[in-house]
């Protein structure tokens, strides 16, 4: 294409299309097609860059008619206006044509100048309807953004401290919406809508937030709950409700209603087994019910303190056996039907792309509401979208602002607001005593300095300076971003930002970056990050050799069987505390996955009683009534080629062999075969009275 608008047009007749084509060639590019189908397939193959349809009724293999009804059932019309230009002059004709969703009607014989002008009227028309809904979809994808946002920062700090992922918020979300959708399809027993889904799937993000309130050393047990533990561990559910009847403001939100109905009652049960309130059945909202299903879901799918993550199929299974509690049939069969596509979306969950597709959503939906004019629903969405950021940012622990130049006024957080006992509204902060005391003269100047120095391609900047809160002097980072108004030269109109706690906020990034580097249930380092330290050294390496051990535990599955897996995770912790004290100070410990370790070291000469030390070291030992007995294989660099993969493979072979001659003893990869590549007969079992003596 010419960069042009593009008119296709659909006649049976050579001559009509020649006819069309010579009086807007000029202007726009044109396709033609001779027949219903053939404009059908044009559609298909050129929809989004087709601005207007030009269309005959008569025509074989497919008439007008047949065209209009396939564009309304694609939803084309919505998007690509239509002037059927015809002889057909019945009203009968005509009257089928408007209600098939044409945009004009022109009888031949036409005259040139009023197609022309009628063509070019229409597509202008069309292009601003389209530049508008472009424009507002555009402003609400960026309050989306922000809300996706606000919702993985409460993920994060709901989760963060009971040691679980902020991804488990975002997955309860995901699946909340699946399930909805699904519902929605099989029956209108709950007379759910679109708005009911977007909801009731946001307000899953506060389903545990009553969990805030919860004791550390009981959101934290890896153990069983004793009966006083667990009393207190079930009081989550109303304090979270409590927490939300007692906000002071939206109490009337849909957002908020719902947000209650889950908080309080996604524990209970469809036989009336479950709390606070012993709810059975359809007694129990459906916004609870589905969220119930979804956190069980992904409780089992996920690595918890007490607990291995199981698969997807395993936890379908579970669910639909009955294992985890009673629900709702119906949800149970919308279960069976999603499953896969469950494994998919959460598979492809990105918080970018999903923004993305709720746009194009709302944008379709201006088309869809012929009772309100596009500024109404913009209107609309841009409240609703309002009251979201604004209910989330009272419940994020941080200082954030937003600052106008006309009228000049900062607009503080409610918590934010506390925090540094002023009102959430300062109006002239220039002048302001309030404001001018919240920051020195000079942090305020360079920091407008800052943000009238962005321009609207790089708007953000970061600033470090002291704030006072709660009658003390703490060093804050102020993260801001510029907003410019759309003229030519653009306007610079203000900012929104936040303000962090340079301290706190260290620890948080410390806290995370051990949270991903260090495996959760045992504390040693997880395989992933292990990996990149040993890649480090062998690839540093100066003199001297380096070993790879690889330990399984014995009998592991006996004691998950006889114990349960809570105790099989204290098992698991009871090793790792001896591997840390069984290693030297530059060993490398982690945790392969499941049952299964490495230890990592340099020698010098004696690799022989080095690695019997730590071996007798971790070996041994009693947990309760279980003995630890632990079988290992070890490669060093003497062995085979220096690198992680092969001496990780090589060591595995020699575990292999140990755990297939007895257990409870060590092999090294031997190293008259080290070239064998990966021959089982190329490693010899010693155990640890003759491990100095190599076979």
Not at 150 to 172: A, C, K, P, T, W
């Amino acid at each position: 294409m010419t960069g042009k608008q593009t008119i296709l047009i659909i006649d049976d007749s050579e001559m009509n299309r020649a006819i069309l084509a010579d009086m807007l060639g000029n202007e726009f590019d044109i396709i033609e097609a001779e027949n219903g189908r053939e404009g059908v397939a044009q559609l298909q193959k050129h929809g989004p860059e087709i601005s207007l349809v030009l269309l005959d009724i008569v025509m074989p293999k497919m008439d007008g008619f047949g065209v209009l009804d396939l564009m309304n059932k694609y939803h084309w019309i919505e998007d690509i206006p239509v002037i059927m230009i015809s002889a057909e002059r019945g009203s009968s004709h005509i009257e089928r044509a408007f209600e098939l969703g044409i945009t004009d009607f022109i009888s031949r014989p036409f005259d040139a100048l009023i197609v022309h002008r009628r063509v070019v009227n229409t597509i202008l028309l069309y292009a601003k309807q389209k530049r508008l809904t472009a424009m507002v979809a555009e402003q609400i994808y960026e309050k989306e953004q922000r809300s996706s946002l606000m919702i993985d920062i409460l993920s994060h700090i709901v989760e963060f401290r009971n040691g679980e992922s902020g991804m488990h918020v975002r997955h309860v979300h995901t699946l909340t919406e699946t399930l909805l959708k699904f519902l929605l399809r099989k029956t209108d027993k709950y007379r759910l809508t679109q708005t009911d889904i977007s909801v009731i799937s946001t307000a899953s993000a506060l389903h545990d937030i009553g969990k805030i309130a919860i004791p550390e050393e009981i959101l934290n047990k890896p153990g069983r709950f004793t009966d006083e533990e667990f009393a207190i561990m079930k009081t989550h559910s109303m304090v979270g409700a409590e927490m939300l009847e007692a906000l002071p403001f939206y109490q009337d939100e849909p957002l908020v209603k719902a947000a209650y109905q889950i908080c309080r009652w996604h524990h209970e049960r469809w036989d009336g087994r479950g709390y606070p309130d012993g709810l059975k059945e359809d007694e129990i909202p459906i916004s609870a019910q589905i969220v119930a299903l979804a956190d069980v879901y992904d409780a089992l799918t996920s690595e918890r303190v007490y607990k291995p993550a199981f698969s997807h199929d395993q936890a379908v299974n579970m669910i639909l056996n009955g294992e985890c509690g009673t629900f709702n049939p119906l949800l149970m069969d919308c279960l069976r039907e999603c499953a896969d596509v469950i494994l998919e979306e959460l598979n492809s969950d990105s918080l970018d792309s999903r923004s993305r597709r709720e746009m194009q959503n709302i944008a379709r939906e201006l088309h869809k509401h012929e009772e309100l004019t596009a500024s109404e629903r913009t209107l609309e969405l841009l409240e609703h979208e309002r009251m979201k950021y604004s209910f989330f940012a009272s419940l994020t622990k941080e200082i954030q602002f937003e600052y106008t130049v006309t009228p000049p006024s900062i607009v503080l957080s409610t918590w934010g607001a506390e925090k540094l006992g002023l009102p959430e509204t300062l109006m002239d902060p220039y002048q302001d005593p309030q404001a001018r005391a919240l920051i020195q003269d000079s942090d305020l100047e360079n920091l407008a300095d800052m943000l009238h120095s962005t321009t609207p391609g790089s708007p953000v900047v970061t600033y470090d300076c002291k704030l006072p809160v709660e009658g003390e002097e703490r060093w804050h980072r102020i993260i801001a971003r510029a907003s410019w108004s759309s003229e030519e030269p653009p306007r610079y109109t203000g900012c929104i930002g936040k303000a962090l706690d340079i301290h706190s906020s260290r620890l948080h990034l410390e806290n995370l970056e051990r949270q991903a580097s260090h495996d959760a249930l045992t504390g040693l380092l997880n395989r992933d990050y292990a990996k990149m330290r040993i890649m480090e050294r062998l690839a540093d390496r100066p003199a001297g050799n380096y070993a790879l051990a690889i330990l399984d535990l014995d009998y592991f599955k006996s004691a998950n069987d006889t114990y349960g897996h809570m105790f099989g995770d204290q098992v698991l912790k009871f090793l790792a505390e001896r591997m840390r004290h069984g290693i030297r100070g530059g060993d490398i410990a982690a945790r392969v996955g499941g049952d299964e370790f490495l230890i990592f070291l340099e020698y010098k000469a004696d690799l022989e009683s080095t690695i019997d030390g730590i071996y007798n070291r971790v070996n041994g030992g009693v947990y309760e009534d279980f003995t630890i007995s632990v079988s290992m294989g070890v490669a060093s660099t003497e062995m085979v080629e220096a690198d992680y993969e092969t001496l990780f493979r090589r060591a595995d072979e020699a575990l292999y062999v140990v755990k297939n001659s007895g257990k409870g003893h060590y092999s090294y990869y031997h190293r008259e075969h080290a070239q064998m590549g990966g021959d089982k007969s190329a490693v010899s079992p010693i155990d640890g009275e003759d491990s100095a003596e190599l076979i």
